[in-house]
C-alpha cells in the first residue's frame, strides 16, 4: 500500500527566512512524488514533481525538493520565504499509469513579518 | 496544463437535501477524479469520473450517496445525497490531461459544502 507521512502539521518561519517541509512515503515500486500547494479558499496548484533522473528537482515559486531514495524522503525547501509563501503544502506519490495518488495529511506554514 | 471550472464554489444546505457540483475542462483529459477534503484534514479520493459508464469508488464511498456522471471527456458531475453536516468539505475535481504518461494531477478549486 502507498502512503505519505508529512510529520510536521504546522511551521511558523519569518520572512526571508529558509523553509524545509518534510515527507516521507512508501510505496512499492518507483514512486512518482509530488508537492502541491493549496492557499486559503483555492484548489492545489502543483509545485513540482519527481519523476527520475537528477534527485534534485526545480518547482514553480523558487521552491525546489530533494528525492533520497534510502531514506524514502521527498523534503520540500524554499531558501527565503516570502509572505505569500503561507499555504497548506501537500507531499503525494503515485506511480507510472497510476492516477491515484495518496496524499499526506498536509502541513500549515504561517510567515511572520 | 488545464483551466478546470467548478461551480459552484461554495454552497450551504440544509440536511436531508442534495447537492450536484459540475466539473468543466478547457481541454481534452483522459482520467478525471473526485476527492474530498473534509476540514482540516488531507485529500482523500472519492471515485474515478469513467466516461459514458458507472464511476469506480473508493472504499467508503457507495454510488448512492455520490452518483457521479461523465458524459463526455471534459465534463462530469458529483451529487452528494441525502447530505448532512459530516458532509461539510470541500469537494474537488481533478484530471489527468490527454498525453500524460505520468501521474501528475491538475485540481479545480473546489466547491466548500457547508450542511447546517
Known amino acids: 500500500a502507498q502512503s505519505v507521512t508529512q510529520p510536521d502539521i504546522h511551521i511558523t518561519v519569518s520572512e526571508g527566512a529558509s523553509l524545509e517541509l518534510r515527507c516521507n512515503y512508501s510505496y512499492g515500486a518507483t514512486p512518482y512524488l509530488f508537492w502541491y500547494v493549496q492557499s486559503p479558499g483555492q484548489g492545489l496548484q502543483l509545485l513540482l514533481k519527481y519523476f527520475s533522473g537528477d534527485t534534485l528537482v526545480q518547482g514553480i515559486k523558487g521552491f525546489e525538493a530533494e528525492f533520497k531514495r534510502s531514506q524514502s524522503s521527498f523534503n520540500l525547501r524554499k531558501p527565503s520565504v516570502h509572505w505569500s509563501d503561507a499555504a497548506e503544502y501537500f507531499c503525494?506519490?503515485?506511480?507510472?499509469?497510476?492516477?491515484?495518488?495518496?496524499f499526506g495529511a498536509g502541513t500549515t506554514v504561517t510567515v511572520r513579518a | 496544463s488545464a483551466v478546470i471550472s467548478q461551480k459552484p464554489s461554495r454552497d450551504i444546505c440544509q440536511r436531508g437535501t442534495s447537492l450536484t457540483i459540475q466539473c468543466q475542462v478547457d481541454s481534452q483529459v483522459t482520467m478525471m477524479f473526485w476527492y474530498r477534503q473534509q476540514p482540516g484534514q488531507s485529500l482523500t479520493l472519492i471515485a474515478t469520473?469513467?466516461?459514458?459508464?458507472?464511476?469506480?469508488?473508493e472504499s467508503g464511498f457507495v454510488i448512492d450517496k455520490f452518483p457521479i456522471s461523465r458524459p463526455n471527456l471534459t465534463f462530469s458531475t458529483l451529487t452528494v445525497s441525502n447530505m448532512s453536516p459530516e458532509d461539510s468539505s470541500i469537494y474537488l475535481c481533478?484530471?489527468?490531461?490527454?498525453?500524460?504518461?505520468?501521474?501528475?494531477?491538475?485540481f479545480g478549486e473546489g466547491s466548500r459544502l457547508t450542511v447546517l
Open positions: 503525494a506519490v503515485g506511480g507510472a499509469y497510476d492516477y491515484k495518488l495518496s
Open positions: 469520473a469513467n466516461q459514458g459508464s458507472e464511476a469506480t469508488y
Open positions: 481533478s484530471v489527468v490531461v490527454t498525453g500524460s504518461i505520468t501521474g501528475e494531477l491538475f
